[in-house]
């Protein structure tokens, strides 16, 4: 059975082993909603981790900060207006993020506009 595990562990891509070992992190908190699942309008708590993180020019003059969060279920954006940085806020940190999902970005992409956050070890 370990031969069996070590070799799937060999032939299956880098992508899809973090994708499962990401799934795997985001299961642990109660509570939290897959992004696969989460429906727009609904008051929502995810765990995931920050894919990317890019600043947004507004015509405003007030630029927003946008992060893409996955969880290995799916994608989402978090959007916080008015901000060009948040410490802790970057690529690669996982975070839990609680908002309201609303199907405003590309393809109706979840977005979820100033969530509270906590970032997570």
Known sequence: MALKKALKRFTTPVSELDRDRLREFCAQFEGATCIGEARPRDE???VGEITSVRI???PDGSPWLEAT???G???LVAM???????AGVAAGRRLMITGRGS?????GRLMITNPRYELLA
């Open 56 to 58: 947004v020019p507004r």
């Open 73 to 75: 279920t799916g994608s």
């Open 44 to 46: 929502i708590t995810v």
């Open 103 to 107: 199907p405003k970005g590309k393809g």
């Open 80 to 86: 916080w207006t008015g901000r060009t940085r948040i």
């Open 69 to 71: 969060v996955k969880d």
